[in-house]
């Protein structure tokens, strides 16, 4: 059916050109899942996780260590100041990356009327009414 010289055709492949694919799994349930049976249960880590998050966690033994750090005046201990400054560092990334609501809506707002006038009009009309 091909020649015999087919299997010696060059074949060239540019970055990006073969098959690129990728599982974007939303469902963090295969994380869970694949946590070893002697290290902890799954279904408990996830439920656990649902309700609070790994950082969330963190930073409340962080507040507690500090807390009983300070009651034993234990302040200048240097791995005590490395927690303090790491709970610091951690709270400018947060501020820094924390969203601005009003200026999403506001971006939003400027999207809509852009490509769906109507839609604009209404809405606006059903903000000024409620307030």
């Given at each position: ?13 540019l970055p990006f050109s073969g098959a690129v694919e990728q599982d974007i799994e939303a469902n963090l349930a295969p994380f869970f899942r694949a946590i070893p049976a002697g290290a902890g249960n799954g279904q408990i880590e996830q ?85």
């Amino acid at each position: 059916m091909f020649p015999n010289q087919f299997v010696w055709a060059p074949q060239y492949r540019l970055p990006f050109s073969g098959a690129v694919e990728q599982d974007i799994e939303a469902n963090l349930a295969p994380f869970f899942r694949a946590i070893p049976a002697g290290a902890g249960n799954g279904q408990i880590e996830q439920r656990v996780f649902e309700r609070h998050s790994y950082g969330s966690q963190l930073d409340a033994l962080h507040q507690a260590v500090r807390a009983l750090a300070g009651a034993l005046q234990q302040q200048a201990l240097p791995e005590l100041q490395a927690l303090g400054a790491m709970q610091d560092e951690i709270a400018a990334i947060k501020a820094s990356l924390k969203p601005d609501p009003l200026a999403a809506a506001r971006e939003a707002l400027q999207e809509l009327a852009r490509t769906d006038q109507a839609g604009y009009a209404a809405l606006l009309a059903e903000l000024t009414t409620r307030s």
